[in-house]
């Protein structure tokens, strides 16, 4: 019995031991595309969690009190910025209570660092209803800005973490690698759409559309953050009939029946698409299955017309 007992305690100490030798960062991401990235960088080394879901409009996210307990834990926050999640994560924030994530604080990772922001208003007018104030802040679907991303959310998890540096670097030259090659693809999927104009629901496809030649310039809305009027609405069908634009772009927390309405009037093909793996079936694998699933369903859509 007393070598039973020994042999316990040597079990539980060498349990405690190994816990602490593997502890892991607890990362909470803002939503669940940076989340993924910071998933292809951090691996095993972390602990995940996601506070929007990929159902949610990232502009205006649930802020539940469980949220609030999930910033408290954590060590590191990964937010996309460019005023993204201004409506919903300060608040939070604040009340988390947590120095780690304190704005400049290496905890406090911002995405958008770095990235070539479009559309930064020239005079700042929020009377309008824009909530995109600070520029377009949905540049995650270009890959060539996930690449930034990634390189960002490693440099803060090399300082935090020194001794899985190597592992970081290694995981980052990796998904680099595989964007690379996978962009070639994609580019050739919608190569031959080059110069087509879409419709969109809300401004939200900007940087997909720059990055392969696409027109995403027409919005169901009449500003970003604005409902649809019938007539922002009337004169955006004209607009489609006289440029001959077949397809609208329609995220999942957005009105798909506004976007129907308009596709019955114009004989266009509504696409669902999202920001975001998990949004749509097919998406769920991470940052590449979801920029699989958005090239497939948009070459799809142009080319059935
Ligand atoms: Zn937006």
């Known amino acids: 019995m007393k070598l039973n007992l020994s042999l316990l305690i040597g079990c539980l100490l060498a349990a405690v031991f190994c816990q602490s030798a593997v502890a892991k960062r607890n990362v909470v991401a803002t939503t669940p595309d940076l989340a993924s990235i910071a998933k292809e960088i951090g691996g095993d080394h972390i602990d995940l969690t996601i506070l929007a879901k990929p159902t949610e409009d990232p502009h205006f996210v649930d802020a539940k009190p469980s949220l609030i307990v999930k910033l408290n834990r954590a060590d590191v926050l990964v937010e996309g910025g460019a005023e993204l999640e201004i409506g919903w994560l300060p608040n939070l924030l604040d009340q988390s209570r947590n120095a780690k994530l304190a704005a400049g604080a290496p905890g406090h990772v911002v995405c958008s660092q770095g990235v070539p922001?479009?559309?930064?208003?020239?005079a700042?007018?929020?009377?309008k209803g824009d909530i995109h104030a600070a520029?377009?802040?949905?540049?995650?679907?270009?890959?060539?800005?996930?690449?930034?991303?990634?390189?960002?959310?490693?440099?803060?998890f090399c300082g935090l973490d020194e001794k899985s540096a190597a592992a970081y670097r290694a995981n980052l030259k990796h998904f680099t690698e595989a964007l690379d090659a996978k962009k070639v693809e994609w580019q050739k999927k919608l190569d031959p759409f080059k110069g087509q104009q879409v419709v969109a629901y809300h401004n939200s496809w900007l940087y997909f559309g720059d990055c392969f030649g696409l027109k995403i310039d027409l919005f169901l809305e009449p500003k970003p953050g604005v409902p649809a009027t019938p007539r922002h609405l009337a004169d955006v069908i004209l607009k489609m009939k006289a440029d001959k634009v077949h397809v609208i772009l329609v995220d999942p927390y957005l009105d798909r029946r506004t976007a129907e309405t308009v596709a019955s009037r114009t004989g266009a093909t509504v696409v669902d698409m999202t920001q975001f793996p998990g949004g749509v079936k097919g998406t769920e694998g991470g940052y590449i299955a979801l920029m699989n699933y958005l090239v497939n369903a948009v070459a799809k859509a142009l080319a059935g017309k």
């Open 124 to 127: 700042l007018d929020r009377s």
């Open 135 to 156: 520029g377009n802040p949905h540049y995650l679907v270009d890959p060539a800005n996930a690449k930034i991303v990634a390189q960002n959310i490693t440099e803060a």
């Open 117 to 122: 922001l479009k559309e930064i208003p020239t």
